[in-house]
């Protein structure tokens, strides 16, 4: 068993591996950064630190998330801090992760990003890799 | 020199600290090889570093002990428990003496020929010496590793952010006296904090320099030069992290001042220099900023090679040499892949080029710069920021946002309102004029796409390969921030070089002034073109003085007709026979003034000149100096006005000094000596005095010592002297004696004046060698 974090991003429940969550927290004024791709909503100040906010929707390929939203999950990838926008959360709980059915089409940022299924309930949820989220992590940004 | 005793010191008693271990070891187990090599390691180490010390009686315990343990590696001896005794004995010494040093205390050396002696190999054993008890001095510093310092600084500044963060919480909500003055407590600890934390990462840049005399020895000894090193300014202090940074690059320099700058004694000795070439390095701290400068008196960058090399090699076409000013073309060494030298040595030829020093350089936010001497020396100085991790930055406004900008790439602050500033629409790219100087402009707000209105303020943005103009609304504010690294995909935009948590609480990113020209596509190469044009240009134009007139218009002249701009006290003016004077410097100078002085009490004047005579010209105020405009709407009307003329989108007057001077009775400013052979009767001072002085002449009775008059006058019965100067002789009678008489009738005043100029332009002619004393050399540019 893993803890997961239930969470919805474009209005589909995720598993967030707990590991990769840093805190979660409702981040304050966003700071546009002119010339970064879609997907980097800005820059919030946290505590003492800066952490880059991400359009979750956009770098998921969906719809982007609303300007409104506020809740992020916050992790850290390569040493750098990121808040990843969320619909809403729900809590904490532990699953089973299985493999991702065979035959399953996942589309947009979706098939990079999920890493797995959980079942809760019956209801089977996408297994989010955050760092699949993060932009600087998808292939094409390697170089 | 101290500092490395100081290391030596302290790395020694580490060493023995860690060692103490080994030798209970070795002493229990005499054959252990390990350990042996451990012991051997050390005997060694101090005995290297002795001899660099020189700390004689170290070196010869350390060489005698490191012998013995030679042989016992090569199995020559059993280690036996007397051998082992004898060289424990010897690293207890050793250990005493560096206390001793650090003590400065003085220690005994009696018993150390008895150590020595007690290694043979058929010593007696010898009663080991009681030893000393040394009195260790309390160490009062402490070596830490830089990861901990790192540590240290970054957790400094999120301290810093952090109380930041508290100030302005406290400020949004509570405002209760006792928790303003305990933060005020907090923030004063917190910054003095900061400045001692800073300090512990900074050492003296001695720990650079003190490895060079070394280098330069070895270099200059395998190269067969003879090179003398000065070092200056080996205290200035520098972030450590720097000091590595820049270790290589520095080298690097060196060993190519040694290299390709200096010559051969044999060569130097044929070019009229001393066979011992001069190497000064120097580094002295500038603001935020160290200046390290090294200069050599040596040979210079032979720039044609330096351009040739880069032709053949391909890095440039000929028409983008054929663009290149001098000092672009010199910025080729800085080009990867060029390398000046023909042949490759085994002292500079080591695969890293200038390119790469550079690169180093530039990556720690630092700037290099040439000042190439030719036959004379190359001067490079380095621009190294102070410390990495506080930068001085400007804070510019864009739309909505705000951004930082490094103060060192900013060259000047500009706004757009002032008349010195032009911006025109070439194609669909924008460039700036500022006093003059073309520079393509980059508008901040259109290239982030956060509004399309006008820049109010232009920030000159200096990259390495080019100036531009970045237009922002507003320049805020100046600040020191603690810049962090962005994360990589905003890194990626490749227009930031950071971001910062201000004060502000709003998190802020710091611009890349080189990544925003590339990022706008700036392409500079075309544009230096464009500015050699207009640099060409320039050099036609004429410079000229913008100055407010006594009648409160504004006017311009040129600037080679002013010899100085000073102000005089009103009173040395008056308006006497006839014209304005002034009393200056012992000389009466005539004054041209378009208004009335008034009830000033000091008035500016112009000093005018055109090379042998002098008038004044009295104004309100000097403005600055401008560049004359090839066009010119002529003046209507007479006047010292030449005409009119475009000056900042103003019509100004420019003034036409050959009218002034043309019109005014003006005094030579250094007149030729007349001197004057005078009879008793004082006739000649007293009405030929004043007249020839009136005509320009200077005139003496006697002359003064070394004087040489540039014509003489005799009457003709009164006495002649030989002089070295032609002589106009006069006579009393209105009528000559003859063809042969070329005496003039002393009352003939227009043909005594000629007859006085012809003699003394004859004499001028004659003297063109020694280029006439009474012509003073035109002094251009004094008014500045």
């Not at chain 2, 080994?22 to 090599?37: C, S």
Request: negative net charge; glycine residues 8%.
């Amino acid at each position: 068993m893993e803890l997961f974090l239930i969470a919805h991003i474009a209005g589909r429940g995720v598993a967030i591996p707990a590991e990769q969550v840093g805190s979660v927290v409702d981040i304050g004024d966003v700071v546009a950064v002119p010339q970064a791709e879609a997907a980097i909503r800005g820059l919030t100040a946290l505590r003492s630190r800066v952490v880059t906010v991400i359009d979750t929707g956009t770098a998921l390929g969906l719809a982007p998330t609303p300007e409104t939203a506020r809740r992020a999950v916050i992790t850290q990838v390569d040493g750098h801090d990121y808040a990843i926008l969320v619909d809403s959360l729900e809590d904490v709980a532990p699953f089973e992760r299985l493999p991702l059915s065979s035959g399953l089409a996942l589309n947009h940022g979706w098939a990079a990003a999920a890493s797995g299924l959980v079942d809760r309930d019956g209801e089977p949820m996408l297994v989010l890799d955050l760092t699949a989220v993060v932009p600087s992590s998808l292939p094409a940004l390697v170089a | 020199m101290d500092d490395l005793l100081q290391e030596f010191i302290a790395e020694t008693r580490e060493t023995l600290e860690a060692l103490s271990g080994e030798i209970v070891a070795w002493e229990a187990a005499p054959t252990d090889r390990a350990r042996l090599d451990a012991i051997f390691r050390f005997v060694h180490t101090v005995k290297g570093s002795c001899g660099f010390l020189d700390i004689p009686r170290l070196a010869r315990l350390s060489h005698a002990a490191e012998d013995v343990l030679a042989a016992v590696r090569d199995n020559k001896r059993v280690p036996d428990t007397a051998l082992v005794n004898a060289v424990l004995a010897i690293v207890d010494r050793i250990g005493e003496i560096v206390e001793a040093i650090d003590a400065g205390a003085a220690l005994d050396d009696a018993s150390e020929e008895l150590l020595i002696t007690a290694l043979a190999e058929d010593a007696t054993p010898a009663a080991v010496p009681v030893h000393v008890a040394t009195v260790r001095a309390s160490s009062r510093s402490v070596r830490l590793n830089v990861d901990l310092l790192d540590r240290m600084m970054s957790g400094m500044s999120d301290m810093v952010l952090a109380r930041n963060e508290l100030a302005r919480r406290l400020r949004d909500n509570v405002s209760d006296p006792h928790v303003d003055a305990a933060l005020e407590r907090l923030s004063l600890t917190v910054a003095d904090m900061r400045d001692t934390v800073t300090r512990t990462r900074m050492q003296k840049i001695d720990a650079l320099f003190s490895a060079l005399p070394r280098m330069v020895r070895d270099t200059s000894a395998e190269l067969g030069k003879a090179v003398n090193l000065v070092i200056e300014g080996s205290d200035v202090e520098l972030d450590r992290e720097l000091i590595e940074l820049i270790r290589d690059p520095l080298a690097h320099i060196i060993r190519n001042a040694v290299d390709h700058g200096i010559e051969s004694p044999a060569d130097r000795l044929a070019a009229g220099k001393p066979a011992t070439g001069r190497l000064v390095v120097s580094a002295r701290q500038s603001g935020n900023q160290i200046l390290i400068e090294i200069s050599d008196d040596g040979r210079g960058i032979d720039v044609a090679r330096i351009v040739s090399k880069a032709k053949d090699q391909a890095l440039r076409t000929e028409a983008q040499i054929g663009a290149m000013d001098e000092d672009a073309k010199l910025d080729l060494v800085f080009e990867a892949g060029l390398s000046s030298r023909d042949t490759v040595t085994t002292v500079s030829g080591r695969g890293v080029g200038m390119d790469v020093v550079r690169a180093n350089i530039e990556h720690i936010g630092g700037r290099i710069a040439l000042c190439n001497m030719p036959g004379r020396g190359l001067r490079i100085v380095i621009h190294v920021p102070l410390t990495l991790s506080i930068l001085s930055t400007i804070i510019v406004s864009v739309g909505t946002q705000r951004f930082a900008l490094a103060r060192q790439s900013i060259e000047e602050i500009v706004r757009v309102r002032g008349t010195q500033v032009r911006i025109d629409t070439i194609g669909d790219a924008s460039a700036v004029a500022v006093r003059g100087r073309r520079m393509p402009l980059v508008p901040l707000a259109a290239l982030f796409g956060l509004g399309d209105h006008d820049p109010g303020t232009l920030v000159i943005v200096s990259t390495r390969e080019g100036d531009y103009a970045l237009g922002v609304d507003d320049v805020l504010d100046a600040e020191e921030l603690v810049v962090k690294p962005a994360s990589p995909h905003v890194m990626a935009t490749g227009v930031y070089a950071g971001q910062t948590l201000p004060d502000s609480g709003l998190p802020m990113l710091l611009l890349d002034g080189a990544g925003i020209a590339h990022v706008a596509g700036l392409r500079f190469s075309a544009l230096a073109v464009a500015h050699d044009e207009a640099a060409a240009d320039s050099v036609a134009g004429v410079q000229a003085l913008l100055f407010d007139d006594l009648d409160g218009k504004r006017r311009v002249i040129a600037l080679a007709v002013i010899d100085r701009v000073e102000p005089v006290a009103t009173s040395a003016i008056s308006f006497t026979a006839g014209a304005l004077r002034l009393a200056i410097g012992g000389a009466i100078v005539p004054l041209h003034s378009v208004g009335t002085i008034g009830d000033r009490e000091e008035v500016a004047v112009l000093r005018l000149t055109d090379g042998d005579s002098e008038m004044a010209y009295a104004i309100a105020e000097a403005i600055e100096i401008v560049e004359l405009p090839p066009e010119m709407a002529p003046a209507n009307g007479g006047g010292p006005i030449a005409g009119v003329v475009i000056i900042g989108g103003e019509q100004v007057e420019l003034i036409d000094p050959h009218a002034l001077f043309a019109g005014e009775p003006v005094r030579r400013a250094s007149r030729p000596v007349c001197l004057l052979q005078s009879d008793s009767s004082g006739w000649m001072e007293t009405f030929l005095k004043p007249a020839l002085e009136a005509s320009g002449y200077r005139c003496v009775t006697r002359l003064a010592a070394g004087e040489t008059p540039a014509v003489a006058l005799a009457m003709e019965d009164g006495p002649v002297e030989a002089v070295a100067a032609p002589i106009v002789t006069l006579r009393r009678n209105r009528e000559g004696t003859g063809a042969q008489d070329h005496s003039i009738y002393r009352y003939d005043r227009p043909a005594l004046i000629e007859e006085l100029a012809r003699r003394v332009a004859a004499q001028a002619g004659a003297q063109q060698e020694d280029s006439a004393p009474y012509i003073r050399a035109v002094t251009s540019g004094g008014a500045r």
